[in-house]
């Protein structure tokens, strides 16, 4: 999936990893982005995601997905159940003053691995504040549950379409608790 931007067709994709941390009741993780986030994460009303992030070279997108996880969030691998991962990699484009801005103007959008987790932790085990045990730097200043169908509307306008493709990929998927 792609969206539709002139941001520098030459330009590579940054490859990159999301996850849907569902909890027992069926409710999404989404943090809000903390004010200095930078224009690609935050813009008027959205400053609402869930977790993502860059995948290291030669790391593998699940174990990356698990990284970024604990990276933002302070959930450790051991707190979460695997529950699906969409098999084809969902893309976006930057906007081009974006694009300019973003990660020193190296890439045009992001290309991203999505995997959705249960959470099996209590929610004290979720520290945005202090991520990693304090070893990270915060990248929001707040998090809520959110509905799946609520997702796209929280997120910047040019994700919107990548958040659309999460929702129906992992719909579903918030019942997860009550099976066997």
């Given at each position: 999936?792609?969206?539709d931007?002139?941001?520098?067709?030459?330009?590579?994709?940054?490859?990159?990893?999301?996850?849907?941390?569902?909890?027992?009741?069926?409710?999404?993780?989404?943090?809000?982005?903390t004010?200095?986030?930078?224009?690609?994460?935050?813009?008027?009303?959205?400053?609402?995601?869930?977790?993502?992030?860059?995948?290291?070279?030669?790391e593998?997108?699940?174990v990356?997905?698990?990284?970024e996880l604990?990276?933002?969030?302070n959930?450790p691998?051991?707190?979460v159940?695997?529950?699906?991962?969409?098999?084809?990699?969902?893309?976006y484009?930057?906007?081009?003053?974006?694009a300019?801005?973003?990660?020193?103007?190296?890439?045009?959008?992001?290309?991203?691995?999505w995997?959705?987790?249960?959470?099996?932790?209590?929610?004290?085990?979720?520290?945005?504040?202090?991520?990693?045990?304090?070893?990270h730097?915060?990248?929001f200043?707040?998090w809520?549950?959110?509905?799946?169908?609520?997702?796209p509307?929280?997120?910047?306008?040019?994700?919107?379409p990548?958040?659309e493709?999460?929702?129906?990929a992992?719909a579903?998927?918030?019942t997860?608790?009550s099976?066997?």
């Open positions: 999936m792609t969206t931007s002139d941001s520098g067709a030459a330009l590579p994709y940054r490859p990159c990893v999301g996850v849907a941390l569902i909890a027992p009741s069926g409710g999404v993780f989404v943090g809000r982005r004010k200095d986030a930078g224009p690609e994460h935050v813009a008027g009303p959205y400053m609402w995601q869930m977790p993502q992030g860059g995948i290291d070279p030669g593998d997108p699940s990356a997905a698990l990284r604990y990276e933002e969030t959930v691998p051991d707190a159940r695997p529950l699906g991962e969409i098999p084809e990699w969902l893309t484009n930057l906007p081009p003053a974006v300019k801005q973003a990660w020193k103007g190296r890439y045009r959008g992001q290309t991203q691995k995997f959705a987790y249960g959470f099996l932790g209590s929610e004290d085990l979720i520290d945005v504040l202090s991520p990693g045990g304090g070893a730097k915060a990248e200043d707040a809520r549950w959110a509905r799946f169908a609520e997702l509307d929280l997120i910047v306008p040019f994700k919107r990548v958040y493709g999460v929702v129906a992992f579903g998927l918030e997860w608790a099976r066997p």
